[in-house]
């Protein structure tokens, strides 16, 4: 090993000390890349899994979900979601074009969620005043998570699909501090119903 | 005996009237139900504001999150009542919700201060450590070095051969 060599291995160990002795003040000045940042929107069925959500449903019969909210926006967030109910002829949101569905909601959830957390809840729903007249069905009300609401929505029957379709979607909305209010998140999720006479 | 009769029948109608009037009098409509909801939802989302900033900051803010989910069921509640006519519950979740996070915009803000404070301490103590760690790094480097050099050169003398006799 000649000097030059040792030279060159203490000179590397003087850098490796520093770097040591630097890292407390990197570490409040470096910033390290994060991670994409997302948020999420499910609904599980009543065994809070990926499968065996309500299709068929009447009058009065009671169904469970599960709904969840996920934060991955590196930051602290509040969410809202809406609630709302719709025949096959009026709008979803458009996810495209980022524009919620200009239903009025049925009823909403107000979300506080820190960074990498998730919220996740049990909701039980029915819908009342069904009435068949022909090939049409009316829907006066629904029993969501404990509070009524009347909806009055008419389900025209299909023949191609046989049966009387409503969807049940929910909107998740995002709390934006600079303009104190609320935007649409672009994500919503949805389920079709199909209203059946017999239980 | 009709003068008796007058009196009592007006003093009846007078009771009559009263008890219309007081009700109305106490009764919630709706513009002032979504008055309240909405003064409800506004201060809920100043508090929120407020207590994202200190996050940023890196402050705990696990109380304070505690309190805005109570809010956020109030507020919940309030929008249900306020959809459903239901305005005197409407606007006593809206209260409820406001009175949760009363004074929060406050405590965010001072958890914020304190907890840049206490970065600025932590940033100047760590780069005046680090400061005093390369100054003593530099001076035992170039003494160390020094050492390092004679030693090797101490070892590398030693190594060289001897020269006895020249072979005629």
């Not at chain 2, 029948?9 to 409509?29: D, E, K, Q, W, Y």
């Not at chain 2, 459903?84 to 958890?111: P, Q």
């Not at chain 2, 480097?141 to 006799?165: A, N, Q, T, V």
């Amino acid at each position: 090993m000649n000097c030059a060599d040792v030279k060159l291995a203490y000179m590397l160990s003087c850098i490796v000390l520093s770097l040591i002795i630097l890292s407390p003040t990197l570490a409040h000045v470096v910033s390290f890349p994060e991670g994409e940042k997302f948020s999420e929107l499910w609904i599980l069925g009543p065994n809070r899994m990926a499968e065996g959500y309500p299709f068929n449903v009447s009058a009065g019969v009671p169904h469970r979900i599960y709904l969840g909210v996920g934060n991955h926006l590196g930051k602290l967030a509040y969410y809202k979601v809406y609630v709302k109910l719709r025949n096959q002829s009026e709008p979803l949101p458009n996810s495209t074009a980022g524009v919620p569905s200009p239903l009025e909601p049925i009823h909403e959830f107000h979300v506080f969620l820190a960074d990498n957390a998730t919220w996740e809840r049990e909701i039980s729903f029915s819908f009342e005043q069904v009435s068949f007249n022909g090939n049409v069905c009316r829907i006066g009300g629904l029993m969501f998570d404990g509070h009524y609401a009347a909806v009055d929505k008419v389900a025209v029957w299909d023949a191609e699909r046989n049966g009387f379709f409503i969807q049940l979607f929910f909107e998740l909305w995002l709390y934006n501090a600079d303009i104190s209010d609320f935007e649409f998140h672009n994500r919503h999720v949805n389920l079709w119903f199909n209203m059946s006479t017999v239980p | 005996m009709k003068l008796t009769c007058k009196r009592y029948l007006s003093l009846i109608t007078c009771l009559a009237l009263l008890s219309l009037l007081v009700p109305l009098g106490f009764a919630v409509n709706s513009n002032e139900a979504a008055e309240a909801v909405n003064q409800a939802a506004a201060d809920l989302g100043s508090a929120f504001a407020a207590v994202a900033e200190a996050e940023q900051a890196g402050a705990n803010i696990s109380a304070l999150m505690a309190k805005l989910d109570v809010a956020g069921v109030f507020l919940t509640q309030a929008q249900s009542a306020l959809r459903t006519g239901d305005y005197e519950n409407a606007v006593s979740f809206a209260h409820a919700c406001s009175d949760a996070i009363e004074g929060m915009v406050a405590d965010a803000a001072h958890l914020k201060l304190t907890t840049e404070k206490a970065q600025a301490d932590s940033f100047l103590l760590a780069t005046i450590g680090s400061s005093v760690g390369l100054v003593l790094l530099c001076v035992f480097g170039f003494m160390g070095w020094k050492l390092l050099k004679k030693w090797y050169l101490s070892r590398l003398m030693d190594m060289k051969p001897e020269i006895r006799d020249v072979a005629e």
